[in-house]
Nanobody, 125 residues
Framework: QVQLVESGGGLVQAGGSLRLSCAAS????????MGWFRQAPGKEREFVAA????????DYADVVKGRFTISRDNAKSTLYLQMNGLKPEDTAVYYC??????????????????WGQGTQVTVSS
């Protein structure tokens, strides 16, 4: 059982930045492919970014490319999402997720086995 705990959400003005963190309880964190997803009210959960086990390969949704950066620190069992240039449409609950040892980052929520409880990000205009 992998436990994931997100933090770092909050209220920020448009154009501002936030850094989300996801702390994992699993000592084999370095073997889990990790992803960030988000869900706005009345919408389906959508892919934001994902990262391979080594951290060398990343993938982003088109709507966040160039603004968001996913990274991981395997020694600290922690996943990060640096969000710059935030827009009101980025407002959502952000979730981190873990998938056992995929070769490449994955975009489909259904492929991930464990999820955190989410952290709210609100961007005001």
């Amino acid at each position: 059982q992998v436990q994931l705990v997100e933090s770092g959400g909050g209220l920020v003005q448009a154009g501002g930045s936030l850094r989300l963190s996801c702390a994992a309880s699993e000592r084999t964190f370095s073997r889990w492919t990790m992803g960030w997803f988000r869900q706005a009210p009345g919408k389906e959960r959508e892919f934001v970014a994902a990262i391979s086990v080594s951290g060398r390969t990343t993938d982003y949704a088109d709507v966040v490319k160039g603004r968001f950066t996913i990274s991981r620190d395997n020694a600290k069992s922690t996943l990060y999402l640096q969000m710059n240039g935030l827009k009101p449409e980025d407002t959502a609950v952000y979730y981190c997720a873990a998938k056992w040892h995929a070769v490449l980052p994955r975009q489909s929520p259904g492929e991930y086995e464990y999820w955190g409880q989410g952290t709210q990000v609100t961007v005001s205009s």
